[in-house]
């Protein structure tokens, strides 16, 4: 009976393991495919890349400007609005806090149309403000930060209290180093989001040597298909810094606890 | 160690970019080959509108066909730079140093490409030598 349920087990662990790594090629193989087309003549791909059809490292840039602003910025604001929610008590908090939930909720699509508005109005428009504006202010970051500080226990900054009476001090020396694993967190998702914004940019851009990575992609043409390759490849950078990140991200998007 | 890579890959490749950003009119400029051109010379032969060329500016394609090489303005790139533009083209006359073309060929303003160390092709990226 035992051996009988030990194979019975071994049979399953190998089906299981089986799936996930037929799971795993599903999702590698189109980038190692990518990968070795990039490489079918030479480096030709690389060399079309960065020194003969500039306009997709012009489009790479544009889109490594765009999304490491547009996370620095929403990282930054994030922390102090995130702190305001969680720690600071005030009348209306709640229901501030819940028309961020709400702005969170919504289709972007519903929010376009007043942003072009404000690009217009502020004479931003076609500029790479118009996208790294409205991306520091994203709501879910703030969202994401706010339920790790409220899991932050209140002592800690109440002891902070004795040192000091600065806020900015408690942010920046107390908080920030405790949830470091959020913060981290919150800059890789905000810079993927806007890595691979592609509404945005079409509505609040005309320019197309402006157009970000993820816009220029859609409008290239077959002729261009070996420099496209090196290009696909290069797109995947958010995974890279996921990766790097890995473990700092997985804790960020758990609740905080104390060390 | 696996951090190690990934951010030196990262470093690299930003690095790249940059470099490539900033430097990439100048590297392109080394790499691209060194034309002379001119500008056609309007004429008239048996009374008709030309523009005469240097025949050194003509090419024989493989099937007979004669063409030229003008320098068009790229738009592909930040700097300003030139692209060779094939145009086939059929003589009228023949000097022996110039061949006379029917204007409609050449569009205004856009210069021959008379001189080159490098075969060149439709569309590549061409350095204009004074």
């Known amino acids: 009976m035992e051996l009988a349920d030990m194979v019975k087990r071994r049979f399953l662990d190998i089906i299981v393991a089986s799936l996930i790594c037929l799971s795993a090629a599903v999702v590698v193989f189109p980038v190692i495919f990518v990968a070795a087309s990039s490489l079918?003549?030479?480096?030709?791909?690389?060399?079309?890349?960065?020194?003969?059809?500039?306009?997709?490292?012009?489009?790479?840039?544009?889109?490594?400007?765009?999304?490491?602003?547009?996370?620095?910025?929403?990282?930054?604001?994030?922390?102090?609005?995130?702190?305001?929610?969680?720690?600071?008590?005030?009348?209306?908090?709640?229901?501030?806090?819940?028309?961020?939930?709400?702005?969170?909720?919504?289709?972007?699509?519903?929010?376009?149309?007043?942003?072009?508005?404000?690009?217009?109005?502020?004479?931003?428009?076609?500029?790479?403000?118009?996208?790294?504006?409205?991306?520091?202010?994203?709501?879910?970051?703030?969202?994401?930060?706010?339920?790790?500080?409220?899991?932050?226990?209140d002592d800690m900054i109440e002891a902070a209290?004795?040192?000091?009476?600065?806020?900015?001090?408690?942010?920046?020396?107390?908080?920030?180093?405790?949830?470091?694993?959020?913060?981290?967190?919150?800059?890789?998702?905000?810079?993927?989001?806007?890595?691979?914004?592609?509404?945005?940019?079409?509505?609040?851009?005309?320019?197309?040597?402006?157009?970000?990575?993820?816009?220029?992609?859609?409008?290239?043409?077959?002729n261009d298909a070996l420099a496209l390759t090196a290009v696909a490849l290069f797109a995947v950078i958010p995974f890279l810094l996921f990766s790097l990140f890995e473990a700092q991200v997985i804790e960020g998007l758990g609740e905080y606890r104390l060390k | 160690m696996r951090t190690k890579i990934i951010i030196a890959a990262l470093a690299v490749f930003i690095l790249s970019v940059a470099v490539f950003n900033v430097c990439g009119g100048a590297v392109r400029d080394l790499l691209s080959p060194k034309v002379k051109c001119v500008f056609p010379e309007y004429t008239v032969y048996n009374g008709r509108t030309c523009l005469r060329i240097p025949k050194s500016a003509v090419y024989y394609g493989e099937s007979g066909e004669m063409y030229v090489f003008t320098a068009r303005e790229s738009e592909k790139y930040r700097e300003a730079a030139y692209e060779a533009a094939k145009i086939v083209i059929t003589i009228f006359y023949d000097d022996g140093d110039s061949v006379y073309i029917s204007p409609t060929y050449i569009p205004s303003g856009q210069k021959i490409v008379c001189e080159t160390e490098t075969s060149l092709e439709d569309g590549i990226r061409i350095v204009i030598e004074s």
């Not at chain 1, 004479?123 to 991306?135: E, F, H, K, Q, V």
């Not at chain 1, 920030?176 to 800059?187: D, R, T």
């Open chain 1, 161 to 222: 209290r004795l040192d000091t009476s600065s806020t900015l001090v408690i942010v920046t020396r107390i908080i920030i180093p405790a949830i470091k694993p959020g913060i981290i967190c919150a800059f890789v998702l905000a810079f993927a989001e806007q890595w691979n914004a592609v509404a945005e940019p079409l509505v609040l851009m005309e320019t197309h040597e402006k157009f970000p990575l993820a816009v220029f992609l859609n409008q290239v043409s077959a």
């Open chain 1, 40 to 153: 079918r003549s030479g480096f030709n791909a690389y060399i079309d890349f960065y020194i003969w059809e500039p306009r997709y490292l012009y489009a790479l840039t544009n889109s490594i400007i765009i999304s490491a602003a547009a996370a620095v910025g929403a990282t930054s604001v994030s922390v102090f609005a995130a702190y305001v929610f969680a720690k600071v008590r005030f009348r209306g908090r709640d229901f501030i806090f819940y028309f961020y939930i709400i702005v969170m909720m919504m289709p972007f699509q519903v929010t376009l149309l007043p942003q072009y508005i404000i690009s217009k109005t502020f004479s931003i428009y076609d500029t790479p403000l118009a996208l790294i504006l409205p991306g520091v202010f994203s709501p879910f970051t703030v969202f994401l930060l706010t339920q790790i500080m409220k899991s932050m226990p």
